[in-house]
């Protein structure tokens, strides 16, 4: 368990199954994810079913609890993927799925703690990710825990009914501020 002060990281569950296809098929939720068709219960399960299956050197996927009042909430998930262990880097996902918690701060916490994790736990030297230009809520909150753009990709993903430009973000461990 990843403990911060109001997000905690824990291992995803088999359990969790229901929770991920509702937030996974709320078009709010995945405005800027890589998805566009609906999601099964089924196909979610085996995703899931895959990832435990992984061991966790190749990636590693959490779910985001937030403490309210004096208990935990499950509103999300995040992880690192395409662990690559001679070049010490990873790629960084997050999505919280339970909308009214958006804003409040609970991103760039879990986002901090995975930081933490992958840096001081995995001893990764690099951690990258990819965002849609305009997913600004975002970008805002990568930036606030010390990503940088590193590149933008013209028009690579086709989402929304267009073409769009992505954005390249890193943090390398030298630059990382600590959680
Ligand atoms: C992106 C996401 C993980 C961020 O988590 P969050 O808890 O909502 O974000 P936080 O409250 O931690 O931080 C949001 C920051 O964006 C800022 N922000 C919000 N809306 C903004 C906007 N329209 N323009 C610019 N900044 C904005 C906030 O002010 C805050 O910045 P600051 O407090 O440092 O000033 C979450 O909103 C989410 O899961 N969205 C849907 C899925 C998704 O887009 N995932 C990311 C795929 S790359």
Same mark, same amino acid.
């Given at each position: ?26 078009? $709010? ?5 890589? #998805? ?8 979610? $399960?085996?995703?899931?079913?895959? =990832? ?5 050197? /190749?990636? =590693?996927?959490?779910?985001? *609890? ?17 662990? $690559?262990?001679?070049?010490? =880097?990873? *790629? ?10 958006? /804003? #409040?701060?609970?991103?760039? *916490? ?38 940088? =753009? *590193? ?14 430009? #992505?954005?390249? #973000? ?10």
């Amino acid at each position: 368990m990843l403990v911060g002060n109001k997000v905690r990281l824990r291992a995803l569950e088999k359990e969790d199954v229901n929770n991920c296809v509702r937030w996974l098929n709320d078009p $709010e939720v995945i405005k800027f994810l890589y #998805m566009n068709s609906p999601l099964s219960r089924a196909a979610e $399960e085996k995703w899931i079913e895959n =990832q435990l299956a992984l061991p966790p050197s /190749n990636g =590693q996927v959490f779910a985001i *609890e937030a403490l309210v009042s004096d208990h935990w909430v499950y509103i999300g998930n995040t992880g690192l993927d395409k662990i $690559e262990p001679v070049n010490a =880097q990873s *790629e960084f996902g997050i999505f919280i799925g339970e909308k009214t918690y958006w /804003n #409040m701060g609970y991103g760039k *916490e879990a986002t901090l703690l995975l930081l933490r994790h992958g840096f001081e736990d995995l001893n990764l030297n690099r951690i990258y990710l990819y965002v849609f230009e305009d997913n600004l809520r975002a970008i805002a909150a990568y930036k606030a825990v010390g990503f940088v =753009q *590193e590149g933008l990709l013209r028009k690579a993903v086709y989402k929304n009914g267009r073409f769009n430009n #992505m954005l390249l #973000m890193s943090i390398l461990h030298s630059e990382w501020k600590g959680y």
